[in-house]
Protein backbone atom coordinates (compact mmCIF):
# COMPACT_ATOMS: atom_id res chain seq x y z
CA UNK A 1 0.00 0.00 0.00
CA UNK A 2 1.42 3.45 -0.82
CA UNK A 3 0.20 6.45 0.97
CA UNK A 4 0.53 9.82 0.20
CA UNK A 5 0.62 13.05 2.81
CA UNK A 6 0.74 16.33 1.71
CA UNK A 7 1.97 19.57 3.94
CA UNK A 8 2.91 23.26 3.03
CA UNK A 9 -0.70 24.95 2.30
CA UNK A 10 -1.52 28.06 3.58
CA UNK A 11 -2.54 31.59 3.04
CA UNK A 12 -0.23 33.76 1.11
CA UNK A 13 -0.62 36.95 -0.79
CA UNK A 14 -0.05 37.79 -4.36
CA UNK A 15 3.71 37.47 -5.10
CA UNK A 16 4.33 35.18 -2.55
CA UNK A 17 5.84 32.05 -2.25
CA UNK A 18 5.10 28.63 -0.43
CA UNK A 19 6.35 25.25 -1.07
CA UNK A 20 4.21 22.17 -0.82
CA UNK A 21 5.76 18.54 0.01
CA UNK A 22 4.32 15.16 -0.35
CA UNK A 23 5.53 12.12 1.53
CA UNK A 24 5.35 8.99 0.18
CA UNK A 25 5.39 5.23 2.23
CA UNK A 26 6.18 2.40 0.89
CA UNK A 27 9.85 1.03 -0.14
CA UNK A 28 8.67 2.08 -4.09
CA UNK A 29 9.41 5.75 -4.32
CA UNK A 30 11.93 5.64 -6.93
CA UNK A 31 10.17 3.27 -9.13
CA UNK A 32 7.91 5.78 -9.42
CA UNK A 33 6.59 9.32 -11.32
CA UNK A 34 5.46 11.49 -9.23
CA UNK A 35 2.92 14.03 -10.02
CA UNK A 36 1.47 17.66 -8.63
CA UNK A 37 -2.45 18.81 -9.68
CA UNK A 38 -4.97 20.97 -8.45
CA UNK A 39 -8.27 22.11 -7.90
CA UNK A 40 -10.19 25.07 -7.24
CA UNK A 41 -13.89 25.13 -6.52
CA UNK A 42 -16.53 24.04 -9.55
CA UNK A 43 -13.54 23.42 -11.77
CA UNK A 44 -12.46 19.97 -12.89
CA UNK A 45 -8.79 18.79 -11.53
CA UNK A 46 -5.82 20.00 -13.63
CA UNK A 47 -2.18 19.00 -14.17
CA UNK A 48 0.51 21.27 -12.34
CA UNK A 49 3.78 19.25 -12.67
CA UNK A 50 5.28 16.02 -12.72
CA UNK A 51 8.48 14.62 -12.41
CA UNK A 52 10.64 10.69 -13.55
CA UNK A 53 11.57 8.53 -10.96
CA UNK A 54 15.02 9.85 -11.08
CA UNK A 55 14.55 13.02 -11.22
CA UNK A 56 16.13 14.01 -13.93
CA UNK A 57 13.60 14.98 -15.87
CA UNK A 58 10.15 17.50 -15.53
CA UNK A 59 7.22 18.55 -17.06
CA UNK A 60 5.12 21.66 -15.59
CA UNK A 61 2.17 23.22 -17.10
CA UNK A 62 2.20 26.60 -18.97
CA UNK A 63 0.15 28.23 -16.65
CA UNK A 64 2.64 27.58 -13.57
CA UNK A 65 5.84 27.67 -15.89
CA UNK A 66 8.84 29.65 -14.61
CA UNK A 67 7.10 30.18 -11.43
CA UNK A 68 6.46 27.03 -10.39
CA UNK A 69 9.52 24.11 -9.86
CA UNK A 70 9.06 20.56 -8.82
CA UNK A 71 11.63 18.06 -7.65
CA UNK A 72 11.77 14.68 -5.13
CA UNK A 73 14.43 13.69 -3.01
CA UNK A 74 14.45 10.21 -2.67
CA UNK A 75 16.45 9.75 0.16
CA UNK A 76 13.75 11.25 2.23
CA UNK A 77 10.93 9.76 -0.26
CA UNK A 78 9.53 13.31 -0.70
CA UNK A 79 8.43 15.05 -3.62
CA UNK A 80 8.17 19.29 -3.45
CA UNK A 81 6.28 22.02 -5.34
CA UNK A 82 8.35 25.42 -4.86
CA UNK A 83 5.42 27.88 -5.88
CA UNK A 84 6.81 31.35 -6.43
CA UNK A 85 5.39 34.61 -7.72
CA UNK A 86 1.83 33.25 -6.33
CA UNK A 87 -1.78 34.48 -7.85
CA UNK A 88 -5.22 34.31 -6.99
CA UNK A 89 -5.68 32.09 -10.02
CA UNK A 90 -3.20 29.32 -8.06
CA UNK A 91 -6.18 29.42 -5.71
CA UNK A 92 -6.82 25.53 -5.32
CA UNK A 93 -6.49 22.27 -3.54
CA UNK A 94 -3.57 20.88 -4.52
CA UNK A 95 -2.71 17.19 -4.79
CA UNK A 96 0.12 14.82 -5.34
CA UNK A 97 -0.15 11.74 -7.13
CA UNK A 98 1.96 8.53 -7.66
CA UNK A 99 2.42 5.95 -10.37
CA UNK A 100 4.74 2.87 -11.44
CA UNK A 101 7.00 4.32 -14.21
CA UNK A 102 10.27 5.82 -14.45
CA UNK A 103 8.82 9.11 -17.31
CA UNK A 104 8.15 12.91 -16.69
CA UNK A 105 5.50 12.94 -19.25
CA UNK A 106 2.23 11.72 -17.48
CA UNK A 107 -0.03 14.71 -17.32
CA UNK A 108 -3.96 12.92 -16.91
CA UNK A 109 -5.51 12.12 -13.62
CA UNK A 110 -6.29 8.48 -14.88
CA UNK A 111 -2.72 7.46 -15.48
CA UNK A 112 -1.84 8.15 -11.64
CA UNK A 113 -2.67 5.04 -9.50
CA UNK A 114 -2.20 7.08 -5.51
CA UNK A 115 -3.30 9.90 -4.80
CA UNK A 116 -3.22 12.43 -0.96
CA UNK A 117 -5.56 13.73 0.77
CA UNK A 118 -4.96 17.56 -0.70
CA UNK A 119 -3.33 20.87 0.80
CA UNK A 120 -5.45 24.15 0.24
CA UNK A 121 -3.52 26.55 -1.04
CA UNK A 122 -5.00 30.58 -1.00
CA UNK A 123 -3.63 33.37 -2.41
CA UNK A 124 -5.20 36.91 -1.74
CA UNK A 125 -5.14 39.49 -3.67
Not at 33 to 56: D, H, L, N, T, Y
Request: hydrophobic fraction near 30%; include cysteine.
Amino acid sequence: QVQLVESGGGLVQTGGSLRLSCAVSGRTFNNRAMGWFRQAPGKEREFVASISSSGGSTHTSDSVKGRFTISRDNAKNTVYLQMNSLKPEDTAVYYCAARRGVYAGYTVTSEYDYWGQGTQVTVSS
